[in-house]
């Protein structure tokens, strides 16, 4: 099994910023992703942000609610990828959730590509 924990959630105010991490322990598996995804009350979950990997480097997709604010990264050593948010939004507000994957070609922001999920974390910004 996969375990993937995620902190770094809290309460901000908007324009502020926030740091989440997503820590991943168990067995090896076959993956090429790690995304971030929100779902705030009675709305479905959204994909926010993702990194895949291969050989030949990294790569990072945003939703565009997000763009030029989140930025995704990695720490392969550690096997951990954080989501760095700035200047938030009221709208950001939601449980956030990591997963882990190996996602097909086009479909890294599908919720559905993914295998293993983290708990969630909670994030509010106030207005």
């Known amino acids: 099994q996969v375990q993937l924990v995620e902190s770094g959630g809290g309460l901000a105010q908007a324009g502020g910023s926030l740091r989440l991490s997503c820590a991943a322990s168990?067995?090896?598996?076959?993956?090429?992703?790690m995304g971030w995804f929100r779902q705030a009350p009675g709305q479905e979950r959204d994909f926010v942000a993702a990194?895949?990997?291969?050989?030949?480097?990294?790569?990072?997709y945003y939703a565009d609610s997000v763009k030029g604010r989140f930025t995704i990264s990695r720490d392969s050593a550690k096997n951990t990828v954080y989501l760095q948010m700035n200047s938030l939004k009221p709208e950001d507000t939601a449980d956030y959730y990591c997963?882990?994957?190996?996602?097909?070609?086009?479909?890294?922001?599908?919720?559905?590509?993914?295998?293993?999920w983290g708990q969630g974390t909670q994030v509010t910004v106030s207005s």
């Open positions: 997963a882990v994957g190996l996602p097909r070609v086009g479909r890294i922001t599908d919720p559905r590509e993914y295998a293993y």
């Open positions: 168990g067995r090896a598996f076959a993956t090429s992703a």
């Open positions: 990194i895949s990997w291969s050989g030949i480097g990294a790569s990072t």
